[in-house]
């Protein structure tokens, strides 16, 4: 498919400009999968297409009442090799754009989207298991002054560790059990405060 305009584009980065003309192919089953996880992350089925093109790297966009996330096949096969979590933060926050409705405003991308997308790509890497230094080695390679559409790089590691925390916080402890287990007294037990209290 070939796109001329588009009704809205996010990038990660702010020197990230879309192109005059927009090239897609069908995506790679290594970015499918990716995606699948991060979705799966806060349980979603994922409601967009996802395709090759000649992008930098990777964006979000709005073409008619289709939502897109659109990355270039060379930068996640040559991330992949390197660090995996690279392309799964740098898709999670392009994905953010669209879970948030920033892609349903026509304004593009300001700071103030760019840190919530940024906060969702640290979630979904903590959900799915990274460190938060592999959620914020992608935010390493930025610049670090922001600009009219972009953040700081500062901002961006604190909104990338805000996320990491939020989705790593119960992490490697089970939840309390508060289900009903069967005992020897006539009534139903219950975990309370880590002790069997039967009625």
Not at 44 to 67: C, M, S, W
Not at 103 to 115: H, K, Q, V
Not at 159 to 176: F, N, Q, R, Y
């Amino acid at each position: 498919m070939i796109f001329r305009e588009k009704d809205f584009f996010a990038s990660f980065d702010a020197r990230d400009l879309p192109p005059d003309l927009l090239y897609t192919f069908s995506s790679s089953a290594e970015a499918d999968s990716i995606v699948r996880s991060i979705a799966s992350t806060v349980g979603l089925i994922p409601r967009f297409k996802v395709f090759a093109a000649n992008v930098p790297n990777t964006a979000a966009l709005i073409d008619g009442e289709q939502r897109l996330i659109v990355y270039s096949e060379s930068w996640i096969q040559n991330t992949l090799e390197n660090d995996r979590w690279k392309a799964v933060t740098l898709m999670a926050h392009e994905i953010a754009h669209h879970l948030n409705g920033h892609t349903l405003e026509a304004s593009g991308s300001r700071p103030s989207i760019e840190l919530e997308a940024d906060r969702f790509a640290g979630f979904s890497v903590g959900r799915l298991g990274g460190t938060l230094p592999q959620a914020q080695s992608l935010y390493m390679l930025l610049s670090e002054s922001g600009g009219s559409t972009h953040p700081p790089r500062s901002a961006r590691l604190e909104a990338v560790a805000v996320g990491w925390k939020d989705a790593s916080a119960g992490l490697g402890t089970s939840p309390e059990n508060t289900t009903p287990q069967n005992c020897r007294s006539s009534g139903a037990c219950f975990i309370f405060n880590g002790e069997l209290e039967c009625e």
